[in-house]
C-alpha cells in the first residue's frame, strides 16, 4: 500500500488549504485515515482521524472548529480541509493509515502505512 499526500504550499493567516492522501495497492484493510503533523522542533502529532466508513472523526482541540477530515471510498483518498489558517499551523503534514486501538491512536509507531510528508506554511 502507498500513500501520496498533496495540497501543502504557502498561505497567509486566516487562508485555507486542503491536502489530500491517495491509497492505492491491494489488501487496504487500515482501519482508521489520519493525518500528523510535525511543527519544527516538536514531536510528530495527531492532528485529525476517521475511519475508513467516514464514521467517529477525532480533532485535536488546537484545530478542533477548523479542520475538517473526510474520506472518499470510491476514490481511496481522505482530505484535510484547513481553514482559519493561523502561522501555528506551520508544519509538514503526514498521511497515515493503521488500526490501533484508540487509547494509542497518538503514538505515530501504530500507524504502519505513511505517505511522504507535504509542507504547508502559513504567513502572518
Known amino acids: 500500500v502507498q500513500l501520496q499526500a498533496s495540497g501543502g504550499g504557502l498561505v497567509q493567516a486566516g487562508g485555507s488549504l486542503r491536502l489530500s492522501c491517495a491509497a492505492s495497492?491491494?489488501?487496504?484493510?487500515?482501519?482508521?485515515m489520519v493525518w500528523f503533523r510535525q511543527r519544527p522542533g516538536k514531536e510528530r502529532e495527531l492532528v485529525a482521524s476517521?475511519?475508513?466508513?467516514?464514521?467517529?472523526?477525532y480533532y485535536a482541540d488546537s484545530v478542533k472548529g477548523r479542520f475538517t477530515i473526510s474520506i472518499n471510498n470510491a476514490k481511496n483518498t481522505v482530505y484535510l480541509q484547513m481553514n482559519t489558517l493561523n502561522p501555528e499551523d506551520t508544519a509538514f503534514y503526514y498521511c497515515?493509515?493503521?488500526?490501533?486501538?484508540?487509547?494509542?491512536?497518538?503514538?505515530?509507531?501504530?500507524?504502519?502505512?505513511w505517505g511522504q510528508g507535504t509542507l504547508v506554511t502559513v504567513s502572518s
Open positions: 497515515a493509515a493503521g488500526s490501533p486501538i484508540t487509547s494509542n491512536r497518538y503514538n505515530p509507531s501504530a500507524y504502519g502505512y
Open positions: 495497492g491491494t489488501s487496504f484493510s487500515s482501519r482508521y
Open positions: 476517521i475511519s475508513r466508513f467516514g464514521l467517529n472523526p
